[in-house]
């Protein structure tokens, strides 16, 4: 079977990969759609995410979804030839952090195609995949695979409003109108948000917001910024984006760093933290809020205009460099269909 496969910074291969088996307590499935996501370009372009750096070749992709094959001893969940989305992490469940309900920050967590520890967790992006039992959801009725492969980006937005606290009827602002600060639009706007605005320096990545709910959206070298909002969520990774977040929500507001800053130190404006009270919240992955984003997709069709491509894994190269780039795609995903005939 064929697996895309990630050798180094640059070094992006479709590789011939064994057939997996379940072993107990495992499934296999058969992989159908794979969302490339920023960590999986970033490993593309950079080598690595953050502080987790490639140290050996990966096997990428952590949003993926298809069949159920079969089992191995001691596994139970859905039949086979159930649609399945595929819960990427793995936490240890004993460590203080699984015990205090925080199982998204475990320390020693596994989590698909992730270089936070070595040997590397082999990813999703693969003709089939064996992962544990318990981590297979069956897709909600009426939930087509394409728009199911969109449930792990939005467990991580949805993550990201609730550590935002409150947002019923106040006034959100979203920096970074990517994937994910789309799909914060979405969870925003569903969890009660009166309004959402958006900024961004493309066009259109700010039309792909405005697909996904918001009420306004401002480029970020214009004018028209609100004058105050009581929540913001950093989505784009840049410290500019954080200092955009900081002077804008209201004092004793919220800010919600969920974008990935660079590695190292990143300047940001910490004295506003201080004379305004300003709560300042990290957002890491997402634990049980993948059940949430099932449903949510299964209730609105919105969400298909998201998915701007959708490409054969033989040409996953071509499918990282649309994803890339942002001035033509929102949400990419490789097509794993021919790899089962």
């Known amino acids: 079977m064929l697996g895309c496969v990630i050798h180094g910074q640059g070094d992006l291969r479709v590789d011939e990969l064994p057939i997996p088996s379940a072993g107990p307590g495992e499934a296999l499935v058969a992989v159908r759609y794979g969302g ?11 080598g690595g995410v953050g502080d987790f750096r490639l140290r050996e070749p990966m096997v990428l992709g952590h949003e993926v979804v298809g069949t159920v094959l079969s089992y191995g ?13 595929v819960h990427p992490a793995t936490p240890c469940g004993v460590c203080p952090e699984c015990a205090d309900g925080r199982a998204n920050v475990c320390r020693d967590t596994r989590y698909l195609g992730s270089a936070a520890r070595t040997p590397h967790v082999q990813g999703g992006f693969a003709a089939q995949v064996v992962v544990p039992a318990r981590q297979l959801r069956e897709l909600p009725a009426g939930l087509p695979l394409r728009r199911a492969a969109l449930a792990e980006p939005l467990s991580v937005a949805l993550h990201a409003v609730r550590r935002a606290g409150a947002v019923q009827d106040r006034h959100v602002l979203v920096t970074g109108a990517g994937p994910i600060g789309c799909l914060v639009v979405a969870a925003a706007k569903a969890a009660g948000a009166a309004r959402v605005t958006v900024t961004d320096l493309l066009p259109q990545a700010l039309s792909y917001a405005v697909a996904a709910g918001a009420d306004a ?15 913001a969520v950093e989505a784009s990774g840049v410290a500019a984006g954080l200092d955009t977040c900081l002077r804008l929500v209201r004092r004793g507001g919220v800010v919600v760093q969920l974008g990935m800053l660079p590695p190292g130190q990143s300047p940001f404006a910490g004295n506003l933290v201080v004379s305004r009270e300003i709560e300042l919240r990290g957002a890491f992955r997402f634990d049980e809020e993948f059940d949430d984003a099932l449903v949510l997709l299964a209730a609105e069709p919105r969400f298909d205009s998201l998915v701007s491509a959708v490409v054969p894994l033989g040409a996953a190269e071509s499918a990282f460099a649309l994803a890339a780039d942002r001035s033509r795609s929102c949400k990419v995903l490789l097509d794993f269909e021919v790899q089962q005939n």
């Open 73 to 85: 001893d001691g596994a139970i969940g859905p039949a086979p030839g159930t649609a399945v989305a």
């Open 36 to 46: 490339v996501c920023g960590s999986d370009l970033h490993y593309w372009r950079h």
């Open 217 to 231: 959206v401002v480029r970020a070298d214009d004018p028209g910024w609100p004058t105050e909002v009581d929540v």
